[in-house]
């Protein structure tokens, strides 16, 4: 008798491990890999396309990242960042592409818009209206994925510029600046002349002061714009304003001309046709200021 108890116990409790085993929640074994094996260390070009709109062309050199079509330019290091984390991007779901797959439901029937990195291209479609993932295709992949590069791939050219007026590594060595008047408001005809030799910050006007000196230099070396526009031919022609003149250790000098407004401070190098745009307040920290009577 105890042994069929025993035998009945054994049987309940096998029966008991089994259902709860089978009532287990499923144990993810599958990692979702990134969209792309390639790292982002090795891509050194990047093309972007866009229908009926100029191609981006940035490579990376030496000194960094820059753009070479259709301006030349430093890129921007921060929206370079973002361009390359796609070969990273985990997606939410994918699936392979057949013969018989019909692409415009997705928006990829035409590539209207893509990315190169190096030999990896990036499709980008349109966005699925359940979760507003965007698709994009790659290797005969359709992904979906969190959109946060579209915008950036659809700006336009100028907006990959870097915003810094002194491109890393660049050191300024020398700086030629007019003096601005404050109660007029413009610039007088003088100059401040600084020059750095043995660490030290020397100038023309005996009565700024070594911590000053190291201030401006220092406001120069960075400053960083609002924002960087591409200048037509046609308003160099009519450009006029006081120049400035910034030397460096390492690398070809850079010549500017300075434009003031009401709100804003502008910085233009007429060799790469750029405009540099300051609010107006960096006027105090970029020059010195006299008084006319």
Do not use: C
Not at 217 to 239: D, F, G, K, R, T
């Amino acid at each position: 008798m105890k042994k069929q108890i025993i035998i009945n116990l054994a049987l309940v409790l096998g029966i008991a491990v089994l259902v709860l085993y089978l009532n287990k929640p499923p144990t993810e074994t599958v990692k979702q890999h990134s969209i792309s094996a390639v790292k982002s260390a090795t891509i050194s070009s990047i093309f972007i396309y866009r229908e009926q709109r100029e191609t981006i062309h940035l490579v990376k050199k030496d000194i960094g990242w820059h753009i070479i079509q259709p301006i030349k330019a430093k890129a921007n290091d921060v929206r370079i960042s973002l361009l390359l984390d796609l070969l990273s991007t985990r997606p939410k779901s994918h699936f392979k592409l057949t013969h018989e797959t019909d692409l415009h439901p997705f928006g990829l029937g035409s590539a209207s818009l893509s990315v190169r990195l190096n030999d990896e291209e990036f499709q980008f479609g349109n966005i699925e209206t359940l979760n507003k993932l965007r698709y994009v295709k790659h290797n005969e992949v359709v992904y979906l994925i969190k959109d946060t590069l579209a915008p950036l791939l659809n700006a336009s050219a100028a907006s990959f510029i870097d915003n810094r007026l002194v491109p890393s590594p660049s050191k300024i060595s020398r700086l030629e600046l007019p003096l601005l008047d404050l109660n007029t408001d413009k610039n007088n005809l003088d100059k401040l002349s600084m020059t750095l030799s043995d660490g030290h910050w020397s100038s023309n006007m005996p009565s700024l002061s070594s911590d000053t000196l190291v201030e401006i230099a220092s406001s120069w070396q960075q400053a960083y714009a609002m924002q960087v526009i591409q200048v037509s031919e046609q308003s160099l022609q009519n450009l006029t304003g006081q120049k400035v003149l910034i030397n460096y250790t390492n690398t070809p000098p850079s010549e500017f001309i300075l434009q003031l407004s009401a709100t804003n401070l502008s910085l233009i190098n007429s060799a790469a046709r750029l405009k540099y745009q300051f609010p107006i307040a960096m006027k105090h920290k970029l020059f010195v200021h006299t008084e006319s009577n």
